[in-house]
């Protein structure tokens, strides 16, 4: 039972706008939610998080919104460039230090 | 962050052999993770160590059989398998008291 989810597998954006990702979780425990992003040939990397005690969490060009009622969050680059070409991973804690994923969304910037 | 290494990077193999996947994490962490990457799925958790003693199978078949001789090291064992379970291997590392890891490159096993 895939608990967290992220229903667009794919982007497409032009070089310098916005890059928006969403995640949908379903377990109402998760108080803990992180992006990583992934390029082909590598791990996944740590990029941004955000604990179920805020709503917003930035990072230079990285911010991350945690919608709880909806149980959804967002992940916004802006301006997007051509290095953030990669794949993006949802994932979510219920604080017992064991992460779920979503399949991930694969983002291609345009020039 | 770096400091996760995984060897090899590539690894084809029979379903009659025994191969082994390697982790290895200079970070000074005290967790370990192992993970199954199937193409355009989510990260499968396999098996969780803290402290060197395993806390986690995730209901994993035993033709899987991990090994983390200390905090810093961890190994795959693979003995029989099968062509489904050919994917990317990733190994992961956590500090104390955080729900952040920190990905190796992975392996990509391949069973003929």
């Known amino acids: 039972d895939q608990q967290v989810k992220q229903n667009s597998p794919s982007l497409s954006v032009q070089e310098g706008r916005i890059s928006i990702l969403n995640c949908d979780y379903t377990?109402?425990?998760?108080?803990?939610f992180l992006w990583y992003k992934k390029y082909p040939a590598e791990g996944p990397t740590f990029l941004i998080s955000?604990?179920?005690?805020?709503d917003k969490n930035e990072d230079g060009r990285f911010t991350v919104f945690l919608n709880k009622s909806a149980k959804h969050l967002s992940l916004h680059i802006v301006p997007s460039q051509p290095g953030d070409s990669a794949v993006y991973f949802c994932?979510?804690?219920?604080?017992?230090?064991?992460?779920?994923f979503g399949a991930g969304t694969t983002v291609t910037v345009r020039a | 962050e770096t400091g996760v290494t995984q060897t090899p990077r590539h690894l084809v193999m029979g379903m009659t052999n025994k191969k082994s996947l390697k982790c290895e994490q200079h970070?000074?962490?005290?967790?370990m993770y192992w993970y199954k990457q199937s193409a355009k799925k989510p990260l499968e958790l396999m098996f969780v160590?803290?402290?060197?003693?395993?806390?986690e199978n995730n209901s994993v078949p035993s033709r899987f059989s991990p090994e983390c001789p200390n905090s810093s090291h961890l190994f795959l064992h693979l003995h029989t398998l099968q062509p489904e379970d050919s994917a990317l291997y990733l190994c992961?590392?956590?500090?104390?008291?955080?729900?952040?890891?920190?990905f190796g490159p992975g392996t990509r096993l391949t069973v003929l």
């Open positions: 992961a590392s956590r500090p104390g008291q955080t729900d952040t890891q920190y």
């Open positions: 377990n109402s425990m998760f108080d803990y």
């Open positions: 955000i604990s179920s005690i805020k």
């Open positions: 994932a979510a804690s219920a604080g017992d230090y064991k992460l779920s």
């Open positions: 970070l000074g962490h005290n967790a």
């Open positions: 160590y803290n402290f060197k003693e395993q806390t």
